[in-house]
């Protein structure tokens, strides 16, 4: 029995449509788990809701939210969020070097844009799974993982997608201008203000992460029009 057209279906859901759904569940979900929050900032915890400007994505996950108040169903909807996206993004990579197993050096390349590509997945269950407010190095470490593997992944890709003739050169300038923004998003987060300086650095600090976030997002999904627009793609990974 011919089971490819089961295996076209798999790789069309998640390198399509898995990605969009999970970029699209973790802003709506997060827009809810916002209106969810209880308030406080770190420079006003006495503040009431969530603050586009002065909450980072992390308070929603926060165990007590910073006006002393349980955060039980914002951090549970924030966390969720993470834990589908670090799945859906570590199997979305995983799945793409056989794309590009036909040059020995782009497949090796690929392989290693994977390896940094399942690592930031796992940065993002790791997000979920250690709060700020009870465990802030843990947080730190895989909040700042996260950015700093997909910084590896989108220049592996860039290259490899360059390279080949896989996929239209689009798309490997994309992920280019996300390394580049993700460059400087890590280079404010390393030598920028801090946030706890002040009200203004904290705001600064806040805008930018939530930039970077939607960039992230944003970037993923184009990455998914590569093979939806080009379904033949799919179906020759199985014909090789």
């Not at 699209?24 to 006003?44: D, E, K, R, S, W």
């Not at 039980?72 to 793409?96: A, P, V």
Request: some cysteine; charged content about 10%.
């Amino acid at each position: 029995m011919n089971f490819t057209w089961v295996s076209n279906l798999c790789n069309d859901f998640w390198l399509v449509q898995a990605p969009r759904a999970a970029a699209a569940v973790f802003i709506i979900f997060n827009l809810v788990a916002m209106q969810l929050y209880p308030g406080g900032t770190i420079h006003n915890p006495h503040s009431a809701n969530y603050h586009l400007t002065q909450n980072f994505f992390s308070d929603l996950g926060r165990a007590v939210a910073y006006n002393g108040v349980q955060n039980f169903h914002s951090s549970l909807i924030f966390n969720l969020t993470l834990l589908i996206t670090g799945i859906t993004f570590s199997i979305f990579y995983f799945t793409l070097p056989e794309f590009f197993r036909h040059s020995k050096a782009n497949h090796t390349l690929a392989k290693i844009g994977t390896l940094f590509g399942l690592l930031g997945g796992l940065s993002f269950i790791g997000v979920a799974l250690t709060p700020s407010d009870l465990y802030l190095n843990q947080h730190i470490l895989f909040a700042n993982g996260i950015f700093r593997m997909a910084l590896a992944t989108s220049l592996c890709f860039g290259i490899v997608i360059y390279r080949s003739d896989v996929m239209p050169s689009k798309y490997a300038f994309g992920y280019v201008f996300f390394a580049l923004f993700l460059a400087v998003y890590i280079a404010i987060s390393e030598f920028g203000p801090n946030a706890r300086e002040s009200e203004a650095a904290m705001i600064f600090q806040v805008v930018t992460q939530k930039l970077i976030v939607v960039v992230f997002l944003l970037s993923v999904v184009y990455q998914t029009f590569g093979f939806s627009n080009n379904p033949d793609l799919i179906k020759s990974k199985q014909l090789a």
